[in-house]
Nanobody
Framework: QVQLVESGGGLVQPGGSLRLSCTTS????????VAWFRQAPGKEREFVAA????????YYADSVKGRFAISRDNAKSTVYLQMNSLKPEDTAVYYC????????????????????WGQGTQVTVSS
């Protein structure tokens, strides 16, 4: 199974920022839609943000809209999740996922429709 690699997690105080990265050595992420999901202890995995292959479309969960930003660096075949104004309720393991849909503008917030996943990176927001 294809593995993505997340990095950038850590411990941060409320109101702080982190930038997560997602990449893989197995293929170019430039040709895939990429999404971030998160899972807090005792809760189901939930959608956070996604970006289409074309970069034209992005989509955010209401809980992170205005605070998080997803972006691509095609030269590095990497997708980032910039997280600002972090709150304790953002504490979770964050996963990136990729899908090679035919339509370059498609993005969907459904975990089951993504083919490749990473192992996750822990984000803890606490004072």
């Amino acid at each position: 199974q294809v593995q993505l690699v997340e990095s950038g997690g850590g411990l941060v105080q409320p109101g702080g920022s982190l930038r997560l990265s997602c990449t893989t050595s197995e293929f170019s992420l430039n040709h895939y839609a990429v999404a971030w999901f998160r899972q807090a202890p005792g809760k189901e995995r939930e959608f956070v943000a996604a970006i289409s292959r074309s970069e034209i479309n992005t989509y955010y969960a209401d809980s992170v809209k205005g605070r998080f930003a997803i972006s691509r660096d095609n030269a590095k075949s990497t997708v980032y999740l910039q997280m600002n104004s972090l709150k304790p309720e953002d504490t979770a393991v964050y996963y990136c996922a990729a899908a090679g849909w035919k339509d370059w503008n498609t993005i969907v917030p459904v975990a089951g429709l993504y083919d490749a996943w990473g192992q996750g990176t822990q984000v803890t927001v606490s004072s």
